[in-house]
C-alpha cells in the first residue's frame, strides 16, 4: 500500500551516517527499511525511483523563522497603492509554497505578527495549500518594554509572576506547541539595551513551570549574559541567538549535560549589520558587528562544548533558510555538522522524535538533491539542485 522505493541513492541518513549506495523504502508516509545495497527488481505495482548519483536526506527543519513580519515584500513607496491586510494571507502562502519547494519541511515560527502562524499552520493542516509542519509560539510574552511598541501583536506584554503564568496560559490556549520569551531585549530596538535581563529570574521559572508542567518546551530571546544566565539556570530549552555564551563557558558545559540547544541565528547579525543594514539605525548596525563577531565565537564554543546546535535562519526570504546552514560551516562545523544541526538536531530541539532522520519509523519527509552536500553545501540553497522533495512519503506537486 503506497510504498515507494528508492534505489540507488547516496544517503545522509541526519545523524552523521552516510551511505553510499542504499535503498530506502518507504510505506506509509513514513521510512520502512534502509538497506545499504542496491535493491533487488522491485515486486510489481511497487513504485520505484532511481536516485543514482543523487542524494538523500531529511528534509530541513529550521527552528527559528518569523513567518510574517512584513519583511518580505519591498517597502511601500510614497504614492503606490496602499497594501490591504488581506494581501498578507497570500504572501504567507507564497512563504509556506517557497519552504516546500526548497526542502523545509518543518519551521518553528518564533513570533509572527497578528498570530499570522496559528491561520498559515490552520490552513496548511486544512489542505488549502502546500505548506512545511509549523510548530508555533502564538505571541511572544515580553516585559512591557519599547519593543512592544514596537513589535505590537507579535508580543503579549506581561509583568510579574502571575502574569505571565497567565499569558502562558493564554498562548497553549490560542494553540501554541511552545512558549517563546523575550529574556533580554531586542538588538534591533533603539530604545532598548540588549545586554541586561529584561524578565526577572521569578519570571522566567513561572514560564518553564507552567510550560513544562503541560508538556511544552519554552525557547527564550537571549542576548546579553544576564537574561542567557537566568534562561539557561532555569532550564529553558531553546536559547535563541545567544551570543554572549561564549562568555560564560560554565552555562556552555551546563547546556550540554541537561540536554539544552543553541540556535545561533548567525544570519540575523548578517542582516542587520549588512544585508539590510540601511534600514537600521547606525547604532544598531554598529552594534550588530560586534555581536555578529560574539554569534561566531559562541558557535565555536558550544561546538566544542557539545552542545546541540539547531540551525535557525532567522532572516528572510524565507526558502533561502539554507543559507544559516552555510554560514555555520563557514564558522567552524563540518558539513555533517551542519547538516544534522538542520536536521535532527533542529527536530531534536523542537521535541520531534521522528523527524529529521532516516531510519525506520521516521516520517518520510525527504529531500533529493543533485551532487553531495557534504563536499559542497552550497547545492541545498540552490533551487536548481534540489531534485525531488517528498512530504510524508508523497511527491510535492509545488515545486
Ligand atoms: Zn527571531
Aim: hydrophobic residues 40%; contains cysteine.
Amino acid at each position: 500500500m503506497d510504498e515507494l522505493l528508492l534505489t540507488n541513492a547516496r544517503v545522509l541518513d541526519g545523524l552523521g551516517g552516510a551511505i553510499d549506495r542504499a535503498t530506502v523504502r518507504l510505506a506509509g508516509g513514513r521510512v520502512a527499511e534502509v538497506s545499504p545495497e542496491a535493491s533487488a527488481a522491485p515486486g510489481p505495482g511497487l513504485g520505484t525511483i532511481d536516485l543514482s548519483g543523487k542524494t538523500l536526506m531529511p528534509a530541513l527543519v529550521d527552528a527559528h523563522v518569523h513567518l510574517s513580519s512584513y519583511e518580505a515584500l519591498p517597502p511601500l513607496l510614497r504614492g503606490e497603492e496602499p497594501r490591504a491586510d488581506a494581501v498578507h494571507y497570500f504572501e504567507l502562502a507564497n512563504s509556506a509554497r517557497n519552504l516546500v519547494r526548497m526542502g523545509i519541511l518543518t519551521v518553528r515560527d518564533v513570533g509572527s505578527m497578528d498570530d499570522h502562524a496559528l491561520h498559515l499552520r490552520q490552513a496548511i493542516r486544512l489542505d488549502l495549500g502546500p505548506g512545511p509542519r509549523i510548530l508555533t509560539c502564538a505571541r511572544i510574552i515580553s516585559a512591557t518594554s519599547p519593543g512592544c511598541r514596537i513589535f505590537t501583536t507579535m508580543y503579549r506584554p506581561a509583568d510579574g509572576a502571575d502574569e505571565v503564568r497567565k499569558a502562558t496560559r493564554e498562548q497553549l490556549a490560542m494553540g501554541a506547541d511552545f512558549v517563546k520569551i523575550m529574556a533580554t531585549g531586542a538588538r534591533s530596538v533603539v530604545l532598548k539595551d540588549p545586554e541586561p535581563a529584561q524578565l526577572a529570574r521569578e519570571e522566567v521559572r513561572t514560564v518553564v513551570e507552567e510550560a513544562h508542567r503541560l508538556g511544552k518546551r519554552v525557547a527564550a530571546h537571549a542576548e546579553g549574559s544576564g537574561g542567557t544566565r537566568i534562561s539557561v539556570e532555569e532550564g529553558v530549552d531553546t536559547i535563541e541567538h545567544g551570543l554572549s555564551l561564549h562568555r560564560t563557558p560554565e552555562l556552555l558545559d551546563l547546556m550540554a549535560e541537561r540536554g539544552q540547544t543553541l540556535v545561533p541565528t548567525l544570519s540575523t547579525f548578517h542582516d542587520v549589520s549588512e544585508d539590510h543594514a540601511e534600514k537600521y539605525p547606525c547604532t544598531r548596525v554598529e552594534q550588530a558587528k560586534r555581536q555578529r563577531e560574539e554569534a561566531y565565537k559562541t558557535l565555536t564554543a558550544a561546538r566544542e562544548a557539545g552542545v546541540r546546535i539547531a540551525m535557525g535562519f532567522d532572516s528572510y526570504p524565507l526558502g533561502e533558510n539554507a543559507r544559516e546552514l552555510m554560514r555555520m560551516v563557514a564558522g567552524g562545523l563540518t558539513p555533517m555538522q551542519g547538516i544534522i544541526a538542520a536536521t535532527s538536531g533542529a527536530a531534536a530541539a523542537l521535541g520531534l522524535e521522528n523527524v529529521g532522520k532516516i531510519q525506520a519509523a521516521a516520517v518520510a519527509d525527504l529531500l533529493v538533491v543533485d551532487g553531495d552536500p557534504l563536499a559542497d553545501p552550497c547545492v541545498l540553497q540552490d533551487p536548481n539542485s534540489i531534485n525531488l522533495v517528498l512530504q510524508a512519503g508523497s511527491t510535492v506537486s509545488a515545486v
